[in-house]
């Protein structure tokens, strides 16, 4: 069973910086797209950022474009989300995900029906 674990989250004032970091526990993962994913209490759960390795391409929801970025470390198996400029509407529970197998399309997945695995979710708040 392909664990997700996340850590970096916390608090941080408006305009501050946090990484998120997503470690998968196993190095022969078959997935070569990950994404970020956020969620606020009441409200589904929104798309972040995705990244396929393979194409080296990535994608963000317009709302973090220009903030975030999104990358991976091969080596370490690990995803991360550098969140940069941050705003009081992206305090958040955060999770990282994986689709399972290879991504064929050029256009990155950003539903979460799309991806097979997930973390257990952290709390990222940003105070004004």
């Known amino acids: 069973q392909v664990q997700l674990v996340e850590s970096g989250g916390g608090l941080v004032q408006a305009g501050g910086s946090l990484r998120l970091s997503c470690a998968a526990s196993?190095?022969?993962?078959?997935?070569?797209?990950m994404g970020w994913f956020r969620q606020v209490p009441g409200k589904e759960r929104e798309f972040v950022a995705a990244?396929?390795?393979?194409?080296?391409?990535?994608s963000y929801a317009g709302s973090v474009k220009g903030r975030f970025t999104i990358s991976r470390d091969n080596a370490k198996n690990t995803v991360y989300l550098q969140m940069n400029s941050l705003k009081s509407e992206d305090t958040a529970v955060y999770y990282c995900?994986?689709?399972?197998?290879?991504?064929?399309?050029?256009?990155?997945?950003?539903?979460?029906?799309?991806?097979?695995?997930w973390g257990q979710g952290n709390q990222v708040t940003v105070s004004s």
């Open positions: 995900a994986a689709k399972g197998g290879f991504h064929t399309s050029v256009i990155l997945p950003t539903r979460v029906d799309e991806y097979d695995y």
């Open positions: 196993e190095r022969t993962f078959s997935t070569d797209t």
């Open positions: 990244i396929n390795w393979r194409s080296r391409s990535t």
